[in-house]
C-alpha cells in the first residue's frame, strides 16, 4: 500500500514539473503541445521507470526514451511544416519534460523540480536574451567569448602565488579581478546600449560608469561642448557617474577584503550622500530627461581593455611597492597619479595587495578610499579640458563637496 502512495506521489509530483513548463508554452499563439499535453508526458516519464522496475526490463526506458523521441519529431514537423511556425524549442522541451519525469520516478524529485524551474526560466526569458543579443555587434560576441576563455581556461590554471621578486603579482588574483571588473561593466555596457539612449543623459551616465567612469566623463563633457543647451544635464550626469563610480569601487574591494570594504565603507558613502543630495536639489531635477544617446565606452569584455587593466594594475603594484619606503605619502602619490586613469585598476591593485600581505589594512584602505577621491577630483580636469567653462564650474563644487566630505570622514576614523 505504502510503495503505491508512493507511486502515486510521484506521478502527481511529475504532472506539476511537465506543467510548469507546459503553462508557459501556453502563451505561444500556435499552441501545438500545451499544458496537458506536458504533464502527461512528464508522468509517462515518470511511470516508465515504475513499469520497468515492474518488468524487470531496463530496455523498457531506451523503448519508450526512443517513442518519445518519434513523437518529438513528429511535433517539429507538424509545427514547421503544417503550422508554418518555424523553431525547435517546443521539441526540445517536449523531451526534456519526459527526462524530468524520469528523474522524479528515480527518487530525484528536488532535482527535477529544480530543472523544471530553470527550463521555465529560459523559455520565459526569450524577448530578454533577444534583447541582449541585439545589443551586442558581431565583434562584441567574439569579445565575449575571448573573455569566457579568461574565465574559465586561463583563470584555473594561472598560480595562485606571487611570481615576482617583489611578491606582489599574484596571477590569480589578478585575472579574478579582471573578471570582476567586466562583469561589473558588462551589465553597465548592455544596459546602456538597451536602455540609455531612451532613459537619458542622467541614467546613461550611472550605466556608463560601470564600465569606465572617466570615459563617460570625456563623453558626457564633449557633447556638452557641441550643444551647451544640455549643460545641466550633462552636469548631473557626470555626478551620477561619479557616485556610480564609488559603489563599484566597494565592490570590487569587497571581493578580495571584507576588512578592508568595511573600513572603506563609511568614507565612500558620506561621498555618495552627498553627491546624492547635490542631485535632489539640482535645478535639473524637475526638468525631465535629454536623450543620453553618443557616449562612448568600449565594451568590457574586450581584450585590449582587459590588457590595459592588467598593465596598470602591475604598473600600480610595483610603483606602491617601490614607494612604500617612502611612506604612507609615497603610496598616496602613487595611487593619486594613477586614478587619473583608473581607480578601479588601483583600487584593485592596493587591495591585493593587502590580500597576499604587503600592504597593512589601514594603509591599503585609506589608499583606497584616496583613490576614489582622486578620482572624483579628476573629473574636473576631464571637463575642463573637454567641455566648457560653464560645465567645469557646476561640476566643480558638489565634486569637491563630495571629496571633502570623504575626506573629513577619513580623518575621523583617525587614518590621517
Do not use: W
Request: net charge positive; charged share 10%.
Amino acid at each position: 500500500m505504502a510503495e503505491i502512495v508512493q507511486v502515486l506521489e510521484m506521478i502527481l509530483i511529475s504532472a506539476l514539473v511537465g506543467g510548469l513548463i507546459g503553462i508557459e508554452r501556453e502563451k505561444k499563439k500556435t499552441v501545438l503541445a500545451g499544458s496537458r499535453t506536458f504533464m502527461l508526458i512528464a508522468m509517462y516519464g515518470t511511470l516508465t521507470i515504475f513499469i520497468s522496475e515492474q518488468l524487470q526490463s531496463p530496455g523498457f526506458v531506451s523503448a519508450s526514451f526512443l517513442g518519445v523521441t518519434l513523437i518529438a519529431v513528429l511535433l517539429g514537423f507538424i509545427k514547421n511544416y503544417k503550422l508554418n511556425d518555424i523553431g525547435i524549442t517546443t521539441t526540445v522541451a517536449f523531451i526534456v519534460a519526459y527526462a524530468l519525469g524520469l528523474l522524479v520516478g528515480r527518487g530525484l524529485i528536488v532535482e527535477g523540480i529544480a530543472a523544471s524551474v530553470i527550463v521555465t526560466v529560459i523559455l520565459v526569458s526569450k524577448y530578454y536574451l533577444r534583447g541582449f543579443t541585439e545589443a551586442l555587434t558581431h565583434e562584441e560576441l567574439v569579445n565575449a567569448l575571448e573573455f569566457g576563455v579568461i574565465a574559465f581556461v586561463l583563470y584555473p590554471i594561472v598560480p595562485d602565488r606571487a611570481v615576482d621578486p617583489y611578491g606582489v603579482l599574484n596571477p590569480r588574483i589578478l585575472v579574478l579581478l579582471i573578471i570582476v571588473v567586466s562583469t561589473i561593466g558588462l551589465f553597465g555596457f548592455l544596459a546602456l546600449r538597451m536602455l540609455g539612449a531612451r532613459k537619458g543623459i542622467t541614467i546613461a551616465g550611472a550605466l556608463g560608469s560601470l564600465v569606465n567612469s572617466e570615459a563617460v566623463a570625456t563623453s558626457l563633457a564633449a557633447r556638452a561642448r557641441r550643444d551647451r543647451s544640455l549643460t545641466l544635464p550633462v552636469s548631473e550626469g557626470i555626478i551620477v557617474a561619479n557616485i556610480v563610480m564609488l559603489l563599484r569601487n566597494l565592490v570590487i574591494a569587497g571581493v578580495l577584503s571584507l576588512e578592508i570594504l568595511r573600513f572603506m565603507l563609511i568614507p565612500q558613502l558620506f561621498m555618495v550622500f552627498a553627491g546624492a543630495l547635490y542631485l535632489r536639489l539640482s535645478p535639473y531635477h524637475e526638468q525631465g530627461f535629454e536623450e543620453g544617446r553618443g557616449l562612448s565606452v568600449s565594451s568590457p569584455f574586450a581584450i585590449v581593455p582587459a590588457l590595459r587593466f592588467a598593465l596598470l594594475f602591475i604598473l600600480i603594484s610595483l610603483i606602491v611597492r617601490y614607494v612604500q619606503v617612502l611612506g604612507i605619502g609615497g603610496v598616496y602619490l602613487a595611487i593619486t597619479v594613477g586614478s587619473l586613469v583608473s581607480s578601479a585598476a588601483v583600487i584593485a591593485s592596493l587591495v591585493s595587495m593587502h590580500s597576499i600581505g604587503t600592504l597593512d589594512l589601514v594603509t591599503a584602505a585609506s589608499a583606497c578610499v584616496v583613490a576614489s577621491i582622486a578620482s572624483l577630483l579628476a573629473k574636473i580636469i576631464i571637463t575642463q579640458v573637454n567641455g566648457t567653462r560653464n560645465l567645469t564650474e557646476r561640476v566643480a563644487f558638489p565634486i569637491m563637496a563630495m571629496a571633502f566630505v570623504g575626506e573629513v570622514a577619513l580623518i575621523l576614523q583617525g587614518v590621517l
